[in-house]
């Protein structure tokens, strides 16, 4: 038993906690409807975001197999997937680079947006457009503003009106015509092509806006979003969120061409300078080779020749073999001596030719990764500075792979001219065989030694000329479509769920903060906890509902109300008070009734009080006491309110009691006596002596003397006279009386300046009623439907 004694009161905190904001209910259910219906109304008009992605795999021909035997190493493994997601990195850079994105508004004119204005809301158009509008003479505007908004109304199929935002510029114009505005000229075309789109626009407003190219690929960049989701892999998803899909669509296909041109094109650099470099030397050799030629057939001709010797035959074909070893060696000796020639000589800026027929696999290699890292630095030259830390880094690297080249081909040039030195000699040896050879035989045969030569390597370059040809006419994207650009079948945003559960967080929280923050700021005692806080030492003698505007103010034989039932228990809680504080219930018990200030209804509670009194069957005397501010008279007839009362009696001798007592025509058992003409001196006339003997004369006569009397915070008039109370019932207002007001009632008590004090709180409405009386127990009351007590 102790136990749930226990539990209920720590429970009652957090149950009067609940209470102060269920009994508000209803500022709940309004708040809830009021977001709901913003929340409706704003997912109704406002403009569904739609999110557009594709997928891309970046292709590297060039480093793949490198990367794949590299990674079989595990102590590489980590440093070469670093480097490959450092790669995409720059994939990604140029994707989003400024300049690609610039090509791609360009090409599909995305800085003129068109939208249809509605009454509510604005569309933005694109595709099948009903017109379209061409800006002149606007690429030699240097502003970075955007272009005045142009309104557009179709008339007819030859005619629209126009009309320039913030401006005068108005008229009606024919399509075509080229219209001059102040800050460009245009000429509006009609798509007469689709008749359906042109007829469903005919009469809509069609705005217009134009924006600088530059403005509009910044804008597309800073929303263009590039992930590289799946670790160690070249794929790179693309997404960008729009209210127009179709647009984006479009600009993400087109963005993915430009990418795969502006690769192909740098990817061509390299094929178009291996060509250039062919061609040259052909021309060269092409010269030298007819310039041997031609000796050889001046040498014939002068000398007369026509066939090799016989008898060198043997010679010669025991030095075949070091021909054809000389002529190896000298023809790489020769590529060698070029390649040098050219590094040596062209820009460190330009490209290294490649596949020019160098033997040896190291030196192949480098210039082909030579030249990987100089299209790789070019490129993100293009969206960056040369301070960037990537590009000074690649600036190391091709300067130290450079050198590396430069110094490996002239380490190749020695070993072959050590090695042609060694064939001369063994040459030299076999010359000395063959000393009845003629001389004019060994200069015919050096003759045809430079010859074969010449046309070697003229017939190798043709070959590595196609060869180059085939590459260029044969060059891959080097981004591969894993998916289109496509868009998603839902809005991504507003979020419907979401928005819906906002609305539903701040229908409870609005209310719930408003009704938090008037309970900080309200000064008014609301409820009987309230007061019971207040005035720990004083009893509370009950509570008396708020009477409605158009409900009596007055309680009469059998009513049954839950006004009268409020005023029948303060009367029996006041016959429990006499009795725990030994006052005597004999004949002519005097209470005082009083209040704080004025308005606080301590008349409205001493009529209905002492009518709850009469209607036991007791002698009750209601008098006026309040003689500065009456208001007792409302409660009597017309005929009795010209009675002399209180201040009548007390001045005049003459006036007898009987005189200025009138009978209540609510209850037989009631009399009143009015306060009477309002005094000059109300102080000092209670203080008279006659005052004694009337109240002392209305103990003898009645069983209840129940006296009105004035505010007693506001005049002493009710403090002069508390001794000749038994009991005083202090009047407190809800939402009305301030709570610093209270504490004049514990003083008050704790001094003795009123006597036995207990409180009633007056005009609590229905949702601050304490205990069992905002229920109510009447018999045969008709009970009222739901919606008259909801709305009540």
């Known amino acids: 038993m102790k136990e749930n004694l226990q539990n209920t009161t720590s429970d009652q905190p957090i149950q009067d906690a609940l209470k102060q904001y269920t009994k508000y209910w209803y500022w ?17 008009y406002s403009t569904p975001i739609y999110q557009v992605k594709a997928s891309v795999i970046i292709k590297d021909e060039s480093n793949s197999s490198g990367f794949l035997e590299l990674s079989a190493i595990p102590e590489l493994g980590n440093f070469m997937s670093r480097y490959g997601n450092s790669k995409i990195e720059d994939e990604i850079a140029i994707f989003t680079s400024k300049r690609l994105i610039k090509r791609v508004v360009e090409n599909l004119n995305l800085n003129t947006i068109y939208r249809a204005v509605g009454n509510v809301k604005t569309s933005e158009l694109y595709g099948n457009l009903p017109l379209t509008v061409q800006y002149l003479d606007s690429e030699s505007r240097t502003e970075r503003r955007p272009f005045p908004i142009i309104f557009i109304e179709i008339a007819d199929d030859s005619t629209y009106t126009l009309k320039v935002d913030n401006s005068s510029e108005t008229g009606t114009y024919k399509f075509g015509e080229r219209v001059p505005l102040q800050f460009a000229d245009i000429i509006v075309l009609p798509n007469l092509a689709d008749r359906d789109i042109f007829e469903k626009y005919t009469g809509t407003t069609i705005s217009v806006y134009h924006f600088d190219v530059e403005s509009i690929a910044l804008h597309y960049q800073s929303k263009l979003k590039l992930e590289n989701t799946l670790l160690n892999s070249h794929v790179i998803d693309l997404s960008y969120e729009t209210p127009t899909p179709d647009k984006a669509k479009d600009f993400i296909d087109v963005l993915i061409d430009e990418y795969n041109d502006d690769a192909v094109e740098d990817r061509n650099q ?42 060198a035959s043997i010679i010669l074909e025991s030095a075949s073999e070091f021909d054809k070893r000389q002529l190896d060696i000298a023809t790489q000796l020769e590529l060698t001596n070029t390649m040098i020639d050219y590094i040596e000589n062209e820009d460190q800026n330009e490209l290294l030719p490649a596949n020019i027929g160098l033997e040896g696999q190291d030196v192949v290699t480098a210039v082909s990764d030579h030249n990987q890292l100089l299209l790789q630095r070019n490129r993100l030259l293009k969206s960056s500075t040369t301070k960037n830390p990537v590009i000074i880094n690649l600036n190391n690297q091709i300067e130290q792979l450079r050198s590396s080249i430069l110094q490996t081909l002239k380490n190749t040039r020695n070993g072959f001219q050590i090695s042609l030195r060694d064939l001369n000699y063994g040459e030299s040896s076999l010359n000395r065989k063959i000393e009845q050879v003629p001389s004019k035989e060994r200069v015919y045969r050096d003759i045809e030694r430079q010859q074969s030569i010449k046309e ?24 591969k479509v894993v998916d289109n650009a496509y868009s998603s079948n839902q ?156 201040t009548e009696y007390i001045v005049d001798d003459s006036v007898t009691m009987d005189s200025i007592i009138a009978k209540s025509d609510n209850v037989d058992n009631l009399h009143i006596i009015l306060s009477g003409a309002i005094p000059p001196n109300p102080a000092e006339l209670l203080l008279m ?94 009970k009222k439907s739901f919606f008259k007590r909801l709305f009540k």
């Not at 809830?32 to 409706?40: G, S």
């Open 28 to 44: 709940f259910v309004f708040g809830l409807l009021i977001t709901f219906i913003c929340a409706f109304l704003y997912l109704r």
């Open 689 to 782: 002596d006659r005052t004694v003997d009337f109240f002392a004369e209305l103990r003898s006569r009645y069983d209840y003397v129940i006296v009105d009397t004035a505010p007693s915070l506001v005049v002493t008039d009710t403090l002069l006279i508390s001794s000749l109370a038994n009991m005083t019932l202090y009047v407190v207002r809800a939402d009305y009386t301030e709570k610093k007001l209270v504490g004049f009632i514990s003083e008050a008590a704790r001094e003795d300046k009123l006597k036995n004090v207990g409180v009633v709180l007056n005009g609590v409405s229905e949702n601050n009623f304490g205990y069992g009386n905002k229920y109510g127990y009447v018999y045969g009351q008709e």
């Open 456 to 479: 070697q390597l003229f017939l190798f370059l043709l070959q590595q000329r196609e060869e180059a040809l085939i590459s260029l006419a044969a060059i891959a994207t080097k981004a």
């Open 270 to 311: 390299i094929t178009r300078k291996t060509l250039s470099f062919i061609d040259s030397r052909l021309d060269i050799i092409s010269e030298e080779l007819d310039s041997v030629e031609l000796d050889k057939e001046l040498f014939k001709s002068t000398n007369r020749l026509t066939d090799i010797q016989t008898e």
């Open 491 to 646: 809005p991504v945003a507003p979020k419907r769920l979401f928005i819906y559960v906002i609305a539903f967080v701040f229908g409870l929280l609005i209310p719930f903060i408003g009704i938090y923050l008037a309970g900080i700021f309200n000064n008014k005692i609301a409820n009987r906890e309230e007061l019971e806080r207040l005035l720990q030492k004083i009893t509370i003698l009950g509570e008396i509902p708020r009477v409605s505007k158009n409900a009596n103010d007055f309680i009469g034989p059998n009513d049954r109300s839950i006004m009268a039932e409020s005023f029948r228990i303060l009367r029996t809680n006041m016959q429990f008070f006499k009795r725990s504080a030994n006052l005597k219930s004999d004949k002519g018990f005097t209470l005082f009734v009083t209040s704080s200030i004025t308005n606080e209804g301590k008349t409205f509670v001493a009529y209905n009080l002492a009518t709850t009194m009469a209607l036991t069957g007791k002698k009750v005397i209601l008098v006026g006491a309040d003689i500065r501010n009456p208001q007792l008279h409302r409660y009597l007839a017309a005929g009795d309110k010209s009675k002399k009362g209180l």
